[in-house]
């Protein structure tokens, strides 16, 4: 009887084992592992082995807009704005739900980076409308306005008190 469970429990361990093996095969879990390896080849100093990384994760999974974001992350940081710039707006073409703000806010911080601040505003004034605001975005959108001349509705943004001030209307009197 002993022999017979033992038998049972070694099947079943090893059915398991070919499951987890099976799933591994999956894109979606190459494409995180490719994902970790980049990470950790940040971490470590190594863009281009990262991005190499990155570049098979997005093969493994070419919908995943993260990859194409972290891919800008480090396009920025090797001085290629405009590449970086370009992987932002796949991701945002890519995205699967609603929230496009990290990928805006994230390309209007390489604009204003790369002193393009008119098109660093005009990307940050679909936000604008919005009735909520993500974390930061007062910050950049105010320093987009600075650079573009208009320091008092900078101020506004910074202080809430924007109210009906919009990029098409100048404060009523």
């Not at 609603?98 to 098109?119: G, M, Q, S, V």
Request: hydrophobic letters at 40%.
């Amino acid at each position: 009887m002993k022999t017979g469970s033992l038998r049972i429990a070694l099947l079943l361990s090893l059915t398991l084992l070919a499951g987890g093996c099976a799933s591994m095969t999956d894109p979606d879990v190459r494409a995180y592992l490719h994902e970790k390896n980049a990470y950790a080849e940040i971490r470590q100093g190594h863009l281009d082995r990262a991005l190499d990384e990155l570049r098979r994760a997005l093969r493994e999974n070419p919908k995943e807009p993260t990859i194409l974001n972290n891919m800008a992350y480090i396009e920025f940081r090797k001085g290629h704005y405009n590449r970086a710039v370009g992987y932002l707006e796949q991701a945002r073409v890519l995205r699967t739900d609603d929230n496009d703000e990290p990928y805006i806010l994230n390309e209007a911080r390489i604009l204003i980076a790369h002193h393009d601040y008119r098109k660093a505003l005009r990307l940050l004034a679909l936000i604008e409308p919005r009735p909520n605001w993500p974390k930061g975005y007062r910050k950049i959108m105010a320093e987009a306005l600075i650079h573009n001349g208009q320091s008092a509705r900078a101020l506004a943004i910074l202080l809430g008190r924007h109210g009906g001030l919009t990029l098409d209307r100048p404060p009523s009197p």
